[in-house]
């Protein structure tokens, strides 16, 4: 088992910036890729990004392509998402997420959720 427990959400304006940290244990950190995703009232739960189990390989979902950085330190057992420039629409319930084979842009191949970290962006 692995235990995922997000932290760093909050409620911030439009075009201000949050890091959102996961703490990872339970099972050897590195043997896992890493995911972000979120989940917007009445909506379903949509990919964010991933990062492989050694930081070499990264993706993003378009839709926050150039403003979120997704990065890990194995040491700390810990994955981060630094969100910049944040909109309304970036709204949502963030889970933190592991799994050996994460398939970029779904949420296929994640064994371990996090709990969330409501995240509100306003106008």
């Known amino acids: 088992q692995v235990q995922l427990v997000e932290s760093g959400g909050g409620l911030v304006h439009t075009g201000g910036s949050l890091r959102l940290s996961c703490a990872a244990s339970?099972?050897?950190?590195?043997?896992?890729?890493m995911g972000w995703f979120r989940q917007a009232p009445g909506k379903e739960r949509e990919f964010v990004a991933s990062i492989s189990r050694l930081g070499f390989s990264i993706y993003y979902a378009d839709s926050v392509k150039g403003r979120f950085t997704i990065s890990r330190d194995n040491a700390k057992n810990t994955v981060y998402l630094q969100m910049n420039s944040l909109k309304p629409e970036d709204t949502a319930l963030y889970y933190c997420a592991a799994g050996h084979d994460i398939v970029v842009g779904s949420l296929r191949g994640v064994e371990y959720w996090g709990q969330g970290a409501l995240v509100t962006v306003s106008s």
């Open positions: 339970g099972r050897t950190f590195s043997d896992y890729a």
